[in-house]
């Protein structure tokens, strides 16, 4: 029979199923090999042919190393806690689990159609309570550490506590608030229960503070930098503005040097790596303290961090925050509603808007000074949106001279420039004393180079109490809580204001029923509607809930347990971990590379210090995959004398012969470029009636690459593809587009191609009545060379991820094992295998019709290249007479010259060209050439 693609998908889908096909052991004596995708959020929309490509590039991979003889971990499993899910439930009263279940079910049945080679028996959803009680849990063990520098690990708040009952907070080196109290072992012991537990918190891992955070009012909850696109929420387009708000926060600054450490460890893009070096930004400086002029004890200093404490004699004035908590206090009369005015202004900014806006000048003065610590000269204070409160320490010092955006804030506002260095350059505020110049105003540092000037004043400061040397990021501590329904609770209720821990053995902490998805009338987040919700029906319970990050930070893990294992008391038993160890390759976006890819690292490299965990770096190689992008089409509407658009379409070739504009056409009813005029009459209402200009009988659609959206009616539904073509050709076309790592447009033009190969290797075993047909008889060599061919290139293209190069090395072999007319069975068994990861499904089929019984695929070995066949025992030479080229001849390169010359010769061919006349001369150059002269 034919290729009937859609009854074999079927069939081989429904076979892996009920099989468990894919269901993997942990007690194997195989060599282990761990391939994840970051699991996907399942959107209503479901996929659309960009999302499957890192799936089906990790599925090929899986499914290689299985025939490697690898056992193989390949899980999949859906990030389902999310905002577009409670929006829709705020919609429509719809409870969140309900939507999320029903587009998992949608994603589901997709994937299944693309024919992974999924585990699904270890399937996870982060909204589900028996997985997300071991992100609490995770939450509860963060509580419950401390990072003690000296040991540089997480330690257990315990052995704080008895520290301090021994020896008060002496000797101890932790990272923690800067607020930290002295005290001695007997003060300790004097403290009241809220007194030491208010202590205690700023120790934990994860800890209540004040910060300033991305608040969204209409949609009641605080957004993540990523959810937020010049100054409004990404979904929805509501205003953003900057609040402080008490939130959990996450210490992960405790982790700095080691998550910078560890990204020497691992194979991930480096482009990747060097985003978290610049986010982490590891400096080493300063810290000065410039006192408030005023005698106030209230605000007596402002602090700074610096990496160029050698320009302090240059500073004219002082930036900080609009946030920064000395605002109010420094705020003379004068000038409280200019600082008001502006401050409102800069709540309406996401703090990415304010970093990345480096051209505009704006900024109020306070009307308050400092003084500077070495100079005692009077240094004004301003407030600036470029200054973020949660960077360091919300303030810097400006030096005009030596920087571009003090430089243009001084010319601005008019505030002097003060040169500090020996030679001046032509542009004052490009003077580096990095290149040239010694400095020339300070009886410290006069004559100095800027390598001299740095440890010189830091040993002043030191000495006079005003500064210290210091190394700072610019990594902050993660916010760890939102004003949202659907996530997971926080494990945590309140004892006087002070929060504790639920009892382990209380996990999970359900998420309570509630009547609305809003906040309540006097602020709350969604969960304070739930009624009665009190831990023990007295104390109340946290009412924000998790980030969408907690549940990704440690899924990798939930992976490793079996079915069977996640019954038991731990989140993967120790065994499954010792077993798996870490993900030997990870397929997912470059954008998570400061948001989970950080956070998840974090995590690992916590559980590392507890013990739990084997691995210090979470994944060993990462592959950003790259988006593919849509094709849009557009047709042309004629635009009449008055400016009204007609319902006449030209096509693109003569649109340049009338005045037009463009509009987006869905690209389902588009065939190569030619339109569809039916469909498009029925595409929207108001062109039933379209008229049409054609050239050469058909419509022209205008092309452009954009980014799939609905709008741009571009999205291609893998469904209508499968559909059409297959999965397995699907498969291949994704691949075949260009190379991983990079973007690419979807371009429907070439997929009938690759539909063609896979029915010309169908072809390969069947004759021309399309009956089943090999045969057992021994290969010849150019068909053991052809194999050998193919079983090289795609054993070196898939290890090197170089999907694409494979698919077309297909397309030749089977050219030229047709041409061969090969049926053997030796041959086309091998292939079979060799294709199969890229192509299950029609493999799997003939395999089985090889006589191989059926499910035993999986443990097929992938054949052996043996370089042997591709020695060439053959040569083509040229065949000249008298200079000129008449024909090729298949020689066997064992021959000597004399034995060249007499096959050559004795060729009917040849002798036509002779004519019956003996040749004067045959001139054989062995492997090269073949010259007669008559």
């Known amino acids: 029979m034919d290729y009937q693609f859609r009854e074999i998908e079927r069939k081989w889908q429904q076979f892996w199923s009920e099989n468990q096909t894919y269901k993997v052991d942990n007690n194997s004596e195989k060599p282990k090999y761990y391939v994840l995708d970051m699991f996907p959020y399942p959107s209503g929309a479901g996929l659309h042919v960009g999302h499957p490509l890192g799936y089906i590039a990790s599925d090929i991979f899986a499914r290689y190393k299985r025939l490697k003889g690898f056992n193989v971990l390949h899980p999949m499993g859906y990030d389902s806690f999310g905002l577009p899910a409670e929006q829709y439930a705020i919609q429509t009263g719809q409870h969140p689990a309900v939507t999320t279940e029903q587009n998992i079910a949608t994603y589901r049945r997709q ?104 608040w969204c009012p209409a949609l009641g909850t605080v957004l993540a930098n990523d959810e937020v696109k010049d100054g409004v929420s990404e ?102 509603e200019e600082i008001e005015t502006y401050i409102a202004q800069a709540r309406k900014k996401s ?64 505030l002097p420039v003060i040169q500090i260095l020996d030679k001046q350059k032509d542009v004052e505020h490009e003077a580096d004393p990095t290149k040239e110049g010694r400095y020339i105003n300070s009886d410290f540092i006069n004559g100095l180079t800027y390598q001299e000037a740095i440890p010189v004043l830091i040993n002043k400061l030191e000495e006079i109490g005003a500064g210290r040397a210091k190394i700072q990021y610019r990594m902050r501590d993660a916010i760890f809580g939102r004003q949202r329904y659907w996530g997971e609770p926080v494990p945590v209720y309140f004892k006087e204001n002070v929060p504790y821990l639920i009892e382990e053995s209380e996990l999970p902490l359900v998420l309570p029923e509630v009547d609305k998805y809003l906040p309540t009338e006097a602020g709350d987040p969604p969960l304070g509607r739930a009624k009665e919700w009190k831990y023990r029906g007295e104390a109340p319970y946290e009412l924000s809930t998790m980030p969408g990050w907690a549940g990704s930070s440690w899924y990798w893990y939930r992976y490793m347990a079996s079915p069977e294992e996640r019954q038991g008391d731990t989140f993967a038993p120790q065994k499954a971990i010792q077993y798996w160890k870490d993900v030997d390759l990870y397929i997912g976006g470059s954008e ?133 073509y297959g ?18 447009p979807w371009n429907t033009n070439g997929i009938e191609g690759v539909f063609k190969f896979l029915r010309k290797f169908w072809k390969l075993f069947h004759n021309d009545q399309f009956e089943f047909f090999v045969s057992d008889e021994q290969p010849s060599r150019a068909e053991l060379k052809s194999l050998h061919k193919i079983i090289r290139k795609v054993e070196e293209d898939i290890e090197r991820f170089s999907f694409n190069t494979s698919v077309s090395s297909f397309m030749i072999c089977v050219n030229e094992l047709t041409d061969l007319k090969c049926n053997k069975r030796q041959i086309l068994q091998d292939l079979v295998i060799v294709l199969a990861p890229y192509a299950p499904h029609i493999t799997e089929e003939l395999w089985t019709l090889l006589g ?79 010259n007669i002269v008559i």
């Not at 849990?137 to 021994?166: C, G, P, T, V």
């Not at 946030?323 to 109010?328: S, T």
């Not at 970093?355 to 900024?363: F, I, N, Q, R, Y």
């Open 592 to 724: 998570h590379a400061t948001g989970h890819l950080l956070y998840s690292r974090f995590w690992n490299k916590f559980l590392k210090d507890l013990a739990l965990v084997e691995e210090e770096e979470p994944f060993k190689k990462l592959i950003n995959q790259g988006m593919i992008q849509g094709r849009s089409n557009f047709v042309y509407r004629v635009i009449n004398d008055d400016g009204v658009g007609t319902h006449v379409f030209v096509s693109y070739g003569l649109k340049d012969q009338y005045k037009t504009s463009h509009i987006h056409v869905d690209v389902n009813i588009v065939e190569n470029e030619v339109l569809d005029l039916d469909k498009f009459r029925s595409f929207r209402p108001e062109f039933e009636n379209a008229e049409f200009i054609l050239e050469n009988g058909k419509y022209i659609c205008g092309v452009e690459v954009e980014k799939m959206s609905k709008s741009k009616y571009n999205v291609v539904n893998p469904d209508d593809i499968i559909e059409r």
């Open 727 to 744: 999965a397995d050709t699907l498969r291949l076309y994704e691949m075949f587009l260009g190379p991983l790592e990079q973007s690419k």
């Open 111 to 214: 994937l299944d159609q693309i024919g992974f080679s999924f585990d699904w028996s270890r399937e996870v959803r982060t909204s589900d309570p028996s997985y997300y009680k071991w992100t609490q849990w995770i939450f509860m063990q963060l509580f419950n550490s401390w990072y003690n520098l000296e040991s540089d690990r997480a330690e257990s708040i315990k052995e704080l506590e008895i520290h301090f009952s021994a020896s008060g907070s002496a000797g101890v080196k932790a990272v923690c608030d800067e607020d930290v109290k002295s005290f001695t072992a007997d003060e300790w012991k004097q403290m009241t229960e809220r007194e030491q537990q208010e202590e205690l918190l700023k120790y934990r891992l994860t800890y209540l503070r004040e910060s300033t955070v991305n």
């Open 852 to 930: 191989n019984q059926p499910g035993t695929f999986s443990d097929a070995a992938f054949p052996k290249f043996n370089p042997d066949f591709l020695v060439e025992d053959e040569f083509a030479y040229p065949i000249s007479v008298n200079g000129k080229m008449k024909m090729n001849l298949n020689i066997s390169l064992a021959l000597e010259v004399p034995e060249i010359e007499k096959v050559v010769l004795e060729n009917a061919a040849v002798q036509k060209f002779l004519d019956g006349k003996p040749p004067k001369k045959v001139i054989v150059v062995k492997g090269r050439i073949v």
């Open 351 to 414: 703090e990415l808007d304010r970093m990345a806006d480096t051209k505009t000048v704006s900024g109020a003065f306070t009307g308050s000074y400092v003084l500077n610590p070495l100079n005692g000269e009077k240094v004004p204070v301003w407030i600036a949106d470029y200054v973020l409160a949660g960077y360091g320490t919300g303030a810097v010092m400006a030096v005009p001279s030596g920087d571009q955006r003090d430089w243009l804030f001084a010319k601005h506002f008019n």
């Open 235 to 336: 979904r929805g387009g509501y205003p953003v503005e900057q609040k402080k708000m008490m939130q959990w926060s996450m210490r992960i600054t405790a982790y700095a040097d080691r998550l910078l450490q560890g990204l020497d460890t691992i194979d991930w893009p480096e482009p990747l790596k060097e985003m978290q070096r610049n986010w982490i930004g590891k400096s080493t400086g300063a810290s000065v303290k410039f006192k408030v002029e005023s005698s106030e004890p209230t605000h007596n200093s402002i602090e700074v961090f610096t990496t160029r404490v050698d320009t302090i004699f240059g500073v004219t004035f002082l930036v900080i925050a609009p946030e920064h908590e000395l605002v109010p206090l420094l705020t003379t009369p004068e000038q409280k």
